[in-house]
Every structure is written in C-alpha cells, then in structure tokens.
C-alpha cells in the first residue's frame, strides 16, 4: 500500500510538473515586442473557426486582428462539435467522409473585403469541415486570401495547396503555420498553447506584405496581383500579372518585364515601373511587342532579348531563335522554345519557327512561358517546370482543353494560365482538379 502510494505521488507531482511547463509556455510572451511596418491593403477580415473561444487559431486570429485592424469572423458551427477530443474526431471523420462540410451560421458575403486572412485547425492535415463549408458558400474572385493555421504537431499538411484549389480566382499569400497545443492540454483545463509568440504572427505579417510596401513606393505597381516564389538558395521571385501576356519578374534586385505593352487594353503606365534589366519579347503583335513601351523602360544596360523577326524591327537588342540560349545578369539561363499554331486554318496567325516561348532558370527555379502557341509535341522535352504559364483564347492559341492536356505534359507545380481574353478561364482549373498542378488564376485577360 505504501509503495503505491509512492508511486501515486511521484505521478501527480509529474503531472503538475507537466502542467506547469505547459502554462510557462502558454504564458510566454503575449505582447508583440515587434512593430508592424508593412501596410496590408484595403479592408480585411480575419475569418476563423476554432474549437473554443480561447482556442488556439482563435488566439492567433485576435493577434492578426489587433495588428491589421481587420474584423474579426469567427465561424460557428451550426450543431457543435462534442467536447471530447476523441468524440471530436470521430464526428470530423464523419464529416470528412460525407462530403467535407459541416453547416456554420450564416456569414455575409464580404463583398466589400480586399484581404481575408483565414485561419483553421488543421484536422486531418487540411482544413477543416466548417471552414469547407465556409469556402464552399463564398466567392473570393479578386481577394487576397491570407491563410494561417494551428496543429498538434504534424505541421499544415494539404491546407495550403488545398486553399489555392478552393479559391482559384483570389491571390494566396503565403501562409502561418503554428504549433498549438494538443488537446490533451486543453482537457487537462491548461488552456492554450500556442508555441510562438505574437512576434512571430507581426514577423510574418511583416514578410508577407513587405512586397506590397515595397512595390508601393513604385508607383500603382500596388493595383496588381503578385505571387512569389522561392529558389533553391531561398531567393524570393516575385511573379506580376500585369494583363494579358504582360508580366513582371523580379529577381535577386533584378527586374525583368516580358512583354510589356502599354496600349493593350487597359492601358498601362510603365513609366510607374522601375526601369527594366532585362526586356523579353516573344513575337511582333500588339499584344506583346510595342517599341514605345520597350522605350518607356529601357536604360543604360537594359538586355532585351526577343525573337529573330521582333529584333529586327526593333534594330537593337539580341535575337535568339527557337533551341538557342543565353545567360542573362545573376546567371539567368534564358532557353528560347518553338511557340506556333497546328490547328488547320490558324497556323498563319504563329508560324512554326517564328515566335518563341521562354524557360528562365533562376537559382534551379524554373519558369516557362509559352508564348502565342498550341500544345507542340516539344513541350515534353521541357523538364523540372516549377511554374508555367499557358495561354487560352481561340482561334490564336489553345482552348482550356489544350491547356490542361499540355500541363499534364508539362508537369509544372504551378500553373497560370495566361493570355485568355474572354474564355472562362476556370474551365482550366475544373479540368485540372485531380492533376495535382496549382492552378493559379490571375487577371491575365
Ligand atoms: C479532429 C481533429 C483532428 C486533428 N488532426 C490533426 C492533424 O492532422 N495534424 C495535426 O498536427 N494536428 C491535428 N489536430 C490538432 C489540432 O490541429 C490542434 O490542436 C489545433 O491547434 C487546435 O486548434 P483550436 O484550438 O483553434 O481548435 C487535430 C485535432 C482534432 C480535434
């Protein structure tokens, strides 16, 4: 009797030992020593569902929140999850496998939102069944969507892949991952534990948004979609959906434009841009060569590079034709790839041979751009594609078919269709759904 009562107080001493190591890290640091510097954008909501009101995602909403000035929308289950953690997982798996939702109490439109940061648990190792339901009932089309989530240990799994396929049309910034407590410390009534401190979320905050800051003192740069991207060596790539076929590349201090055209509609103030390193053209018409544009931008050292044909009417810069290949500044490998029509009756609008398409290598990141073309029997040679960007209109290049049969050739990780007028783009994104590419849907009208 007396050694069980031994060993029963060495586990209860243990026990609270445990607690109280959980508490000091709950306690740890709940003010932000950090200032916010970026400028997040326009009006925000911080939508969230969290298993109790001082649930972990709830407690990194509020920080979000208090440091964004966003609007708080916390969602509620309509019948609530039971209490018990195993009970818990059970009704979630119920749910998972019964199509993956779970009825909230009516959140309005967010029509007039511009950023909408949304946080969730991670169940599972995705999202969970009321944030589901959430995404299923809301339209996120030209929103930049700020995901952020909790978990227990096993880190944000699908979530992030899984939001860019829920919302094709929003921009997706890159998201907080968290580490909160398990439920057992919840049921032991040692509230939350949040293992990172607020500092962290206004660092985050900071990082995500620093580009915005940055492209601000460039003018209206601020009106467009932006993605970034790492390299092999942590370098940030950030990617600019300017219209159409147009884009900006940043790289390294780098910037690259490709296919600049101010008078393709809307019209667009280059002036606004900083001046360019590095200038691509793929071919003469007026949605991607335009001379006064190429000037607008244009420097001391500034590398143009366009196809044969482009580069003589121009009387400057390099020609580089299909299967030829150049190293630009930062040791960009720059391959020019055939880019052509084989639709009977629209081959005269890209003829084999004439126009290219581009494959950047930056630091191992590559990126293809494919110029005015059709799906080509040489796009399986293109290898390692990390970002691809495919164009869809009719009669001039492909149809959403087209596009989704070269990507599944291609493979890239990410895909932007691009150069797609007034095709309902989403088409590229329904028919891509099990192919496992991120289809990223920007204003590339
Ligand atoms: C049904 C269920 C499934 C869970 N699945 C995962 C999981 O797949 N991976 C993980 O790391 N944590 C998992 N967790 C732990 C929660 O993600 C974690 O405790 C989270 O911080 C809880 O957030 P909340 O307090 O805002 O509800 C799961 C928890 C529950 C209840």
């Known amino acids: 009797m007396k050694v069980l009562l031994v060993i029963l107080g060495i586990v209860v001493v243990a026990a609270i030992a445990f607690v109280a190591g959980c508490r000091i890290l709950a306690n740890r640091s709940t003010e932000a020593t950090v200032a916010l510097t970026a400028k997040v954008p326009g009006k925000i909501a911080v939508v969230y569902y969290s298993q109790s009101k001082v649930g972990n995602t709830a407690t990194v909403a509020k920080w979000i929140a208090k440091h964004t000035g966003g609007e708080l929308v916390p969602l509620e289950t309509v019948e609530a999850y039971p209490d018990a953690y195993g009970e818990t997982l059970k009704a979630a798996k119920k749910d998972m496998e019964n199509g993956g939702t779970r009825a909230i109490k009516s959140v309005p439109p967010l029509d007039g939102y511009d950023v909408v940061f949304i946080g969730t648990p991670i169940w599972y190792g995705t999202y969970v069944p009321p944030v589901a339901e959430f995404f299923k009932t809301h339209s996120f089309a030209g929103k930049t969507i700020v995901p952020f989530c909790t978990h227990g240990g096993g880190g944000a799994g699908r979530y992030f892949v899984d939001v860019r396929k829920a919302c094709p049309a929003a921009t997706v910034k890159e998201g907080l991952t968290i580490r909160g407590s398990n439920q057992v410390e919840r049921r032991l009534g040692t509230g939350v534990t949040v293992h990172h401190t607020e500092d962290d979320v206004v660092n985050w905050l900071n990082a995500v948004f620093a580009a915005t800051a940055a492209s601000a003192t460039t003018g209206d740069a601020l009106d467009f979609q932006t993605d970034t991207f790492k390299t092999q060596e942590g370098k940030t790539v950030t990617i600019t959906a300017i219209k159409h076929a147009s884009l900006r590349i ?11 055209v101010a008078k393709y509609a809307p019209e667009t103030d280059y002036s606004k841009f900083p001046k360019a390193d590095v200038i691509l053209v793929t071919h003469e018409h007026f949605d991607h060569f335009d001379s006064d544009t190429i000037a607008t931008l244009k420097k001391d050292g500034t590398e143009i590079v366009a196809n044969p044909a482009v580069q003589k009417m121009l009387g400057f810069g390099t020609a580089l034709a299909n299967g030829e290949s150049r190293v630009l500044a930062k040791e960009i490998n720059l391959d020019a790839v055939p880019a052509y029509n084989t639709t009977p009756g629209h081959t005269q609008f890209h003829p084999k041979g ?78 891509l759904a099990d192919s496992g590419i991120d289809v990223r849907i920007r204003n590339y009208q």
Do not use: W
Not at 389 to 402: A, I, R, V
């Open 250 to 260: 940043q790289y390294d201090g780098l910037e690259i434009q490709v296919d600049p």
């Open 354 to 431: 004439r126009d290219n398409g581009y494959v950047l290598t930056m630091d191992g990141l590559r990126i293809y751009i494919a110029g005015d073309t059709e799906d080509i029997p040489e796009m399986s040679a293109l290898k390692d594609i990390d970002v691809a960007f495919l164009p869809c209109n009719q009669p001039y290049t492909m149809t959403p078919e087209q596009v989704a049969k070269a990507a599944r050739t291609i493979k890239p990780k990410v895909l932007f269709p691009y150069h797609y007028s007034q095709t309902p783009i989403k088409q590229v994104a329904d028919l």
